[in-house]
């Protein structure tokens, strides 16, 4: 089986390579589009059904390399492969679907997940591991996906060692985004009963659960008990039975907190048994192709202006300036009869009459192209594309991973550059000398997102709604709430007013730029909203209307799931600044407890220290014990705070389990949404627990998600 498939990838390589090129933009995107929603509709009513497979089918006659219809097809071949004893015809169909996916989208891992799965179901476990590798070095893998995978695999073949290893990070470490999900949570306990001794996967587990500075104290501890306990026994001492007993110990304890763990956080819903990634994984599908409204515009101007929050009235009058500018530019290039030079010539007459200062924080909008005559790469080229198709030229928008910009299709592919100072952009080449703003940008594309040559106008314009979202928090936070970020710049991170105003100016000229700086502009954020309760509910605001202005995107770019993806975003954010108060409540009592801590540590030093016979302390023995006293009673202290505030903060925790619970049931397929309000269930329970609040499930039942259509 492992040569078959080798040959087969190559000779489908072969094959299709060529087809690829040849017809990667050559069919009606509309028209596909229809054709894919179609299909999924029929699929929602009638299941993996022959005339289901046909309606996919028919995709393909339209688009022959479309990634969706190639892995649906393929996973219903393998669904009937698996009901009939893994018919021959039905698995080799499959494997030329996904291969197909592979070479259609080779950037995308979760063709290749099919392929492991697939292979590993029909035993062949060394094939099986070389796709699911091959998807763990794309650089947009589904660690959910691989992780689930491969602790099948794991399980499968009675590794349960490997498996704890593979699911404990994942569903227990605390900067997980998976931390409690019930499907690993289940795989983990289970995994973990059945993992035969030495039980050393117990440290991993110990310390994703308790963090390693804590496991270590813990087990540092446990030891010293066990040792005090088998002094009496110094041939058991001799045999390392304290090691033993240790990790049996261990074993007994963490399969019972796990146990919990799974009763809390699944409420007493099914979780499924086995992975299955036809069924699972909705990063590929819309298990609910309602969500998709309908198309908003059939104008791409009209869509460019209204991705922005100014009023009806100024959308319009916008509006009627970019027709304006589109008259004024065909007039001046109409002259021109070869189309190279024409659209050459639209080009220099827009670098001087439209695209003249790049300024992301006021040239990202129509708005700011027409009136300020400020742009950014996606603004400048969607004006450019626009215009050059009306033209009756053959241009088309480009996204990469960290920029956009308009390709002119003549005798050959020459790349149009807004973001550059001068002419020169037209026919740019990054490696020349040439100055272009965007050249180091880095533009953050999941996976399933548009990239390379977009031929479908509207699909083009559709992401200027993504970054009329993204733009909107940086107005409101460099330019209503300056003076609130320059506090926080200057009391946290302790910035002078030169530095605020350095950092302040590059990010309203360029954005925020990169992941790291964009996680960094978050905590900031965080900050401001944690100091000032009008700017939180503020932000809260905004995020909601992110979120309908990427519903219209996605309404536009239907199968663009980078949309879909920052909706999650957003809600996700959403839910996180509604329980902040409480948060951050919680987060400075526990930096009291600490400082209080670590001084009562110091204290009990001391006293252990002056005990000494012969040893003279410099502090009275008295003033050290009242030192220890003092801390215990403002440790005390802070556990009655904690308590009397509950009520108050819980009101916050419950707004946040509002907001998750309305999300899922909204998108009902998404488990990534599911996951978010189970943790936040989780977590409101458990902090319920601590404070003897036996109500809260009762107010949590109102909150309950609904389950899948």
């Known amino acids: 089986m492992q040569t078959t498939g080798k040959v087969l990838l190559v000779s489908l390589f072969l094959l299709w390579s060529c087809a690829l090129s040849e017809s990667a933009f050559s069919a009606d995107q509309k028209v596909v589009d229809d054709l894919l929603l179609a299909a999924f ?178 087990s540092d501890a446990l030891r010293r008990l066990f040792n005090e306990i088998l002094m009496s026994s110094p041939r058991m001492v001799e045999k390392d039975f304290v090691e033993i007993l240790f990790k049996l110990y261990l074993r007994e304890s963490l399969l019972r907190v796990l146990a919990g763990l799974q009763t809390t956080i699944s409420g007493g819903v099914k979780v499924p048994e086995r992975f299955e990634m036809p069924t699972s994984i909705y990063q590929l599908f819309f298990c609910n192709p309602e969500e998709i409204v309908s ?50 010539k639209l080009f220099n007459w827009l670098k001087k009459r439209a695209l003249v200062d790049y300024n992301a924080l006021d040239g990202f909008s129509a708005k700011g192209v027409l009136e300020d005559k400020k742009f950014l790469c996606l603004s400048g080229s969607i004006i450019y594309t626009l215009l050059a198709r009306d033209a009756g030229l053959k241009v088309n928008g480009v996204l990469e991973p960290g920029h956009a910009y308009a390709s002119f299709n003549g005798d050959r592919k020459i790349r149009v550059e807004t973001t550059t100072e001068g002419p020169e952009g037209f026919d740019y080449r990054p490696e020349s000398t040439v100055k272009s703003h965007e050249k180091n940008r880095v533009l953050q594309l999941g996976p399933f997102a548009t990239y390379g040559e977009v031929t479908e106008p509207m699909e083009f314009v559709a992401y200027q709604f993504s970054n009329a979202a993204a733009f909107s928090m940086y107005d409101l936070v460099l330019n209503k709430y300056e003076k609130l970020l320059r506090q926080v710049l200057k009391d946290s991170l302790h910035m002078d007013e030169a530095r605020q105003a350095d950092i302040i100016s590059r990010w309203k000229t360029y954005g925020v730029v990169g992941g790291q700086e964009n996680m960094a502009f978050r905590r900031i954020v965080r900050k401001m909203a944690a100091a000032d309760d009008v700017f939180r509910g503020e932000v809260i605001k905004q995020l909601d209307k992110n979120i309908e202005l990427l519903k219209t995107a996605r309404g536009m770019s239907p199968f663009d799931l980078w949309f879909r993806d920052n909706i999650r975003t957003y809600i996700f954010l959403a839910a996180m600044y509604e329980s902040l108060p409480a948060e951050a409540a919680a987060e400075e009592r526990e930096r009291k407890r600490i400082k209080l801590r670590t001084k009562k540590a110091g204290a009990e030093r001391s006293m252990l220290v002056a005990s000494v016979p012969g040893y003279k302390s410099a502090v009275p023995a008295e003033e050290l014990e009242a030192d220890a006293a003092s801390v215990d009673a403002e440790l005390e202290q802070l556990d009655q705070e904690e308590k009397e505030s509950w009520d108050a903060e819980k009101k916050f925790w419950l707004k946040a389990v509002k907001r998750l619970s309305k999300a899922a049931k909204e998108f009902s397929c998404d488990d990534r949404l599911q996951t978010y309000l189970a943790r936040m269930q989780g977590r409101v329970i458990a902090l319920a627990e601590v404070r003897g609040d036996a109500q809260v499930m009762d107010e949590l039942r109102a909150y309950a998600s609904s389950p899948r259509p």
């Open 41 to 218: 509709k029929a699929e929602k009513i009638g299941g993996s059904s022959a005339k289901v497979a046909e309606k996919f089918q028919a995709v393909l006659e339209a688009d022959p390399n479309n990634y969706y219809a190639l892995i649906k097809l393929g996973s219903m071949k393998m669904q009937k492969a698996q009901a009939t004893s893994q018919d021959k015809k039905a698995t080799a169909d499959a494997i030329d679907y996904f291969l197909r996916a592979t070479l259609a989208r080779p950037e995308n891992p979760d063709a290749f997940l099919y392929l492991a799965q697939l292979y590993y179901q029909l035993g062949y476990m060394t094939e099986g591991d070389r796709y699911a590798r091959m998807a763990n070095t794309l650089p947009q893998t589904v660690v959910y996906d691989s992780a689930c995978l491969m602790g099948w695999r794991y399980e499968d073949t009675g590794n349960y060692y490997a498996a704890v290893m593979t699911y404990a990070p994942l569903v227990l470490g605390s900067d997980s985004k998976f931390k409690f999900d019930p499907y690993l949570l289940q795989r983990l306990y289970n995994a973990a009963f059945l993992a035969p001794p030495p039980y050393d996967w117990v440290y991993t587990v110990f310390s994703e659960l308790l963090g390693e500075e804590r496991s270590k104290e813990a």
């Open 295 to 344: 198309r908003p515009f059939t104008d791409p101007y009209d869509a460019f202006v209204r991705a922005s929050f100014d009023p009806a009235r100024d959308q319009d009058r916008v509006l009627s300036e970019l027709k304006d500018l589109r008259d004024e530019a065909l007039k001046a290039i109409a002259d021109e009869k070869n189309d190279q030079e024409k659209a050459k």
